[in-house]
C-alpha cells in the first residue's frame, strides 16, 4: 500500500513495505512553508512592509537577550549550523526579517535566520532532498531540523527504514554527537502525536534523545509583564515526560515577518546553541543541551504548564550567565 506525505507541500509517494517496514527515506513532511500551507495548499501569509537592509542589528522579533549576548561578544563564534532543509525545490514564499522583503525557498529563510541569531556561526546546508547522511564540522555542531518526516500512523521507530540522512541525525542525537534543534509542528497537537492518520516519525525517533530539543512557537517573545501564549498553531509537549524535558519555546512573531510556524521556532534555537557554544568553548553537545533547557523560564509564560510549554521559554541570558558549565 501506499500513503501520500508532505514536506512543506511537497508532494511525493511513500512506499510501506510489506514486512510491515514503512520505509522514511522519501517520506516528505507538512511543516508548513512558513505560512501555514497544511496539506499542500497554496495560499499563504507573506510580509508586504520593506525595511532599509542592515547588517547584524538586532531586529524587532528577536528577543532583546540576542543583543545582549552580542554586546557580551557571543555571537557563535567556531560553532557550525547546519541547516537540513529545502535548497533545490521551486517553491517560494515572500517574508521579511526586517532587512526588506524577499522571496525565497524555505530553507533559504531557515538558513537566514539562523545566521541573523549567531551571525559569527559558520551556517551550512542540506539539501533534505538528497537523503544522504549529514557530515560534522570540527567543534561544536548544531543541526536544524524545521521539517518532518511523516506516514501512515501506527508504525514502531524500529519499523522505520531510515534513509542515511535522518539515521545520521538520529545517531548524532542519541550519541550526543551533536545538537539537535526540531520544528515541533504545526497542527496544534503533542509532539509525536497522529493526525489525519499520520505520524511524524522523526519526532518519535528524537524522543529520549540527550541532545534533541522540541522547538514550540510563541506568538510573541514573553516577559514578566507581557506573557507570551502558545502560537495557535503550534504543537506542543504533551504528557510524555520525555519530551517534557526536552522541549522550548520561543516567540515566533509572524505579524512582524509574515513567516509563521515552528519551522521558525527551531533556527533560533539553533542560534542560541551556537551563541552558547561561542562562551562555553569546552562544553560538550549534551552540557549545552542541558544549559538550555534548564535554564528555560516559566515566568514569562501565560498559565505555565509542563504538558504545553515543557521546560519553558529558552533563555539566552540565562543560559549564558554561568561561569562555566558542566
Given at each position: 500500500m501506499s500513503a501520500n506525505?508532505?514536506?512543506f507541500g511537497l508532494a511525493a509517494a511513500l512506499a510501506i513495505l510489506s514486512a510491515p517496514i514503512a520505509s522514511a527515506q522519501?517520506?516528505?513532511?507538512?511543516d508548513e512553508m512558513a505560512a501555514l500551507c497544511h496539506g499542500g495548499g497554496?495560499?499563504?501569509v507573506s510580509a508586504t512592509i520593506p525595511v532599509s537592509r542592515t547588517t547584524q542589528a538586532v531586529q524587532s522579533w528577536m528577543s532583546p537577550d540576542v543583543g545582549a549576548a552580542w554586546a557580551a561578544g557571543y555571537k557563535g563564534k567556531g560553532v557550525t549550523i547546519t541547516m537540513v532543509d529545502d535548497f533545490s525545490?521551486?517553491?517560494?514564499?515572500?517574508?521579511?526579517?526586517?532587512?526588506?522583503?524577499?522571496?525565497?525557498?524555505h530553507g533559504e529563510w531557515t538558513r537566514e535566520e539562523a545566521s541573523m541569531i549567531a551571525p559569527s556561526a559558520t551556517?551550512?546546508?542540506?539539501?533534505?532532498?538528497?537523503?544522504?547522511?549529514?557530515?560534522?564540522?570540527?567543534g561544536l555542531n548544531v543541526l536544524n531540523l524545521s521539517y518532518g518526516m511523516y506516514t501512515t500512523a501506527g508504525y514502531s521507530v524500529n519499523q522505520i527504514g531510515w534513509a542515511p540522512e535522518e539515521a545520521s541525525i538520529i545517531s548524532y542525537a542519541t550519541k550526543g554527537s551533536a545538537i539537535v534543534s526540531k520544528a515541533a509542528g504545526n497542527d496544534a497537537v503533542a509532539v509525536g502525536a497522529a493526525i489525519n492518520g499520520q505520524q511524524d516519525y522523526l519526532d518519535l525517533a528524537l524522543i529520549g534523545k540527550s541532545t534533541a530539543i522540541f522547538a514550540g512557537a510563541l506568538s510573541t517573545n514573553g516577559t514578566t509583564t507581557n506573557k507570551a501564549q502558545l502560537a495557535w498553531y503550534s504543537d506542543y509537549a504533551g504528557s510524555n515526560t520525555q519530551v517534557q524535558s526536552h522541549f522550548l519555546v520561543v516567540g515566533v512573531e509572524g505579524d512582524k515577518t509574515g513567516l509563521y510556524g515552528t519551522s521558525f521556532a527551531a533556527p533560533i534555537i539553533?542560534?542560541?546553541?551556537?551563541?552558547?557554544?561561542?562562551?562555553?568553548t569546552k562544553a560538550t553537545p549534551v552540557q549545552i543541551t542541558n544549559d538550555l533547557l534548564n535554564t528555560a523560564r516559566t515566568d514569562t509564560l501565560a498559565n505555565?504548564?509542563?504538558?504545553i510549554y515543557g521546560k519553558g521559554e529558552a533563555s539566552l541570558s540565562?543560559?549564558?550567565a554561568p561561569v562555566a558549565i558542566h
Open positions: 506525505s508532505l514536506k522519501d517520506a516528505l513532511s507538512p497554496s495560499i499563504c525545490s521551486t517553491s517560494r514564499f515572500s517574508g521579511n526579517f526586517g532587512i526588506g522583503v524577499q522571496t525565497q525557498r551556517i551550512r546546508s542540506k539539501d533534505f532532498s538528497t537523503g544522504s547522511y549529514v557530515p560534522l564540522a570540527g539553533s542560534g542560541y546553541a551556537a551563541i552558547i557554544g561561542s562562551k562555553f505555565y504548564d509542563p504538558s540565562r543560559a549564558l
